[in-house]
């Protein structure tokens, strides 16, 4: 990589702040998850429903940071063009994550206390495959620029 080729601070700032507000929102589901559910759906529902639009919000603002027009992938794809095939991973990731949120927020509408046995496990597999995801992302911004982001 060039000298001159690097993320700016402030582009590195922002990441930052994204993955601190993903994390955060992660940590609010798995609470939520984790509250005891038999005999108790309307409060598990109203305690999980809200955590898992957090954690929507947040991932959308996410994939709006890296792959929006001049977002980080983009940067990515200038500066280290021998991580495209890692980006395309993590891009795929974006969309199946995405679609499990999205799939697991519309059965807890439905609220059948049968099937919340399930959303817990479905959630419980998105929290996973974001938490490789977040792994995944900072091992590549730390290949493409040697910087690292910390736990956040």
């Not at 080729?5 to 930052?16: F, I």
């Not at 929102?25 to 898992?52: F, K, N, Y």
């Not at 095939?85 to 609220?111: D, P, S």
Request: glycine share 8%; aromatic share 4%.
């Amino acid at each position: 990589m060039p000298e001159d080729a690097a993320a700016t601070p402030a582009e590195l700032a922002t990441v930052r702040a994204h993955r601190s507000r993903l994390r955060e929102a992660s940590q609010e589901l798995e609470a939520a998850l984790a509250a005891p559910l038999t005999g108790r759906l309307d409060g598990w529902v109203g305690q999980v429903m809200p955590a898992v639009q957090r954690i929507r919000e947040a991932f959308a603002a996410h994939v709006s940071v890296t792959e929006g027009r001049g977002g980080l992938f983009d940067q990515i794809r200038t500066d280290a063009p021998r991580l495209v095939t890692a980006l395309a991973r993590l891009h795929r990731e974006h969309g199946e994550i995405t679609a499990g949120l999205a799939a697991a927020e519309e059965q807890l509408e439905a609220r059948g206390e049968a099937g919340m046995a399930r959303v817990r496990e479905q959630l419980t597999a998105a929290l996973t495959a974001l938490s490789l995801h977040r792994q995944r992302g900072a091992d590549l911004l730390y290949e493409a620029y040697q910087v690292d982001l910390g736990g956040e």
